[in-house]
């Protein structure tokens, strides 16, 4: 089997060889297909929420599926641990081969694992344990790939050349995106929806080849390399890592820039995304378009921005990136309302639901069982408007009174239902639900975003600006987490504060802002986690961590 050649000892001054841009392209190709494994979960994370959690109630499916893909997230740092401790004493070529084949297999199963109503508590279960499995591999992959890449280049160009591994994570979900709106489109939304969703997992087995034969035709760092033959390798990476002056440097790497990286990420692609689709009733087919067509135009400027930090720095990229989303945030998801369905922004507008009630009596409507029956009168409004996605406001009424919706200058009635048994306020809450559908559709509430009203350009138009900001976050992070950190500690340093960044404060942004919007009634409110996220690490950052564009990583 052929192999990469011309790799220095060393990186060199001046342009990559021939070799090292194979190199790059090698690792960030690999990578690019173990991302789009991961990611195909959380683009069809609904639809997999009525398959395999079809036992609890619509909005409990949506947020244990959403729970399910973070649990993917929340082994990262552990995979991080396993692989980067194997990458910095045995090698960095040898964990691509690893998680590669690890998550290339997991992602197959999904696609092949039978749902709720064929094995019962099993199909979660095992899902589950298959995402933790995709988490694992994806916790060693990135500071492998970053790390091999950035001890290829030459000194004065890592930014810019380890911005191609950046690029990765997008690609992976434009990719996703497009073979899963290309197999809805061809099969059609019912085939699809019934079992055409599982074809993006189970031709993941191609690209796990691909992966494989990529990755076999890489040679060692050089820098390893020649480490290892000075026998000046790491004995015991983790403790070197994290329990010597090393873990503070660690600690400020992960709330100084991987968190707001990471919230910045995650808001202006997934969460964008969720609130398209889950929020704004956009069709997904649609929602999915607009996604990649933004992908596919703002991806660029990874590089771009790669390239800049070489010049000016990465800290102040990454910082001003966290500002700029913060300060921007809620203006522009208002926007993407006021583009994408003018129809509900207009029935917000001119006729607000409003729910008169005792707030004693008003439960946040979060099950985090899927069991819990809202049977009070002041539930029984709020959970029928969450359902449908309507944003709602609660004003106090007298203590112990019954309460009751306004829409503009329509008043209904709810009912409390704690004395009455399972058929009778089953029949009670269909009629209430009939009833309030009526209201609704009266008020001007539309039941899906209207394609015609739809301004596409400029939903397009927010949606790039969404993914500028993350390229600026993401685009220098690589070589900045690199260059933070000596050679013989540097895969096991660098891949915990990334994967604690991106798995927990990123990973469970989905699921922590549907949550808040789902316990306060106002759509936009999900958006203060991103926010304060990215504005503490813009102040630590700044403050605490120094810039290394210009730090030889030799040493």
């Not at 992070?477 to 991106?502: D, K």
């Amino acid at each position: 089997m052929s192999s990469v050649t011309a790799t220095p000892a060393a990186p060199a001054q001046g342009a990559l060889t021939k070799g090292h841009k194979k190199v790059i392209f090698a690792s960030s190709l690999g990578t690019v297909f173990e991302w789009y494994d991961f990611y195909l979960y959380g683009s069809l994370a609904a639809l997999i929420g009525k398959h395999f959690f079809s036992g609890l109630n619509e909005t409990s499916q949506f947020i244990f599926a959403l729970l399910a893909f973070a649990a993917g997230f929340a082994v990262r740092p552990f995979g991080a641990l396993v692989f980067g401790r194997l990458g910095d004493m045995v090698g960095r070529k040898y964990t691509f081969l690893v998680t590669i084949v690890l998550m290339g297999f997991s992602t197959f199963l999904v696609g092949v694992l039978p749902g709720y109503e064929t094995i019962g508590i099993a199909a979660p279960i095992i899902l589950i344990t298959l995402r933790l499995a995709q988490g694992l591999a994806l916790g060693g992959e990135y500071g492998g790939a970053a790390t091999y890449v950035a001890e290829h280049a030459p000194n004065g160009k890592r930014g810019l050349y380890t911005s191609f591994i950046q690029t990765t994570a997008t690609l992976g979900l434009f990719l996703s995106l497009l073979v899963i709106w290309a197999c809805r489109n061809y099969l059609g939304k019912e085939a699809f929806e019934e079992w055409g969703w599982r074809i993006p997992f189970i031709v993941s087995v191609l690209l796990l080849g691909v992966s494989v034969w990529i990755r076999m035709q890489l040679h060692e760092s050089p820098l390893f390399k020649q480490m290892k033959e000075e026998g000046k390798q790491s004995k015991a990476p983790l403790t070197e890592s994290f329990l010597s002056k090393n873990g503070k440097i660690v600690l400020l790497a992960l709330l100084g820039a991987t968190a707001g990286q990471a919230v910045v990420w995650y808001t202006g692609q997934f969460y964008a995304l969720f609130f398209l689709t889950k929020t704004l009733s956009v069709d997904p087919n649609t929602a999915d378009l607009m996604i990649a067509i933004a992908l596919a135009i703002a991806t660029i400027g990874f590089v771009v921005f790669g390239w800049l930090s070489d010049k000016i720095g990465r800290k102040r990229i990454i910082m001003v990136g966290c500002l700029l989303a913060a300060l921007t945030y809620f203006p522009v998801f208002k926007a993407l309302t006021h583009y994408a369905n003018p129809a509900l922004e207009d029935a917000v507008k001119t006729a607000p639901a409003v729910v008169h009630a005792d707030r004693s009596r008003c439960a946040l409507q979060f099950d985090p069982v899927g069991k819990k029956t809202f049977k009070q009168s002041c539930d029984i409004i709020t959970s029928a408007l969450a359902k449908k996605g309507i944003p709602y406001t609660i004003q106090d009424a007298p203590a112990g009174s019954l309460a009751r919706l306004s829409l503009g200058g329509t008043s209904l009635e709810s009912f409390e239902g704690e004395a009455l048994d399972k058929d009778a306020f089953k029949a009670k809450q269909e009629a209430f639900g009939k009833a309030l559908g009526e209201a609704l559709t009266a008020a001007g509430y539309p039941a899906k975003a209207d394609d015609a009203r739809m301004n596409k350009p400029m939903v397009i138009l927010l949606l790039t600006y969404l993914v500028t900001l993350v390229a600026m976050v993401y685009g220098p992070i690589a070589a900045w987490l690199v260059e933070l950190f000596p050679t013989r500690i540097r895969y096991t340093s660098m891949s915990l504060p990334y994967h604690i960044g991106n798995g927990w404060f990123g990973g469970f942004l989905p699921f922590i802002a549907f949550t808040i919007v789902a316990a306060t009634g106002n759509i936009y409110s999900g958006l203060w986690y991103p926010i304060i996220v990215a504005v503490l690490t813009a102040i630590i950052g700044s403050l605490f961590l120094r810039e290394t564009k210009d730090v030889d990583i030799t040493q």
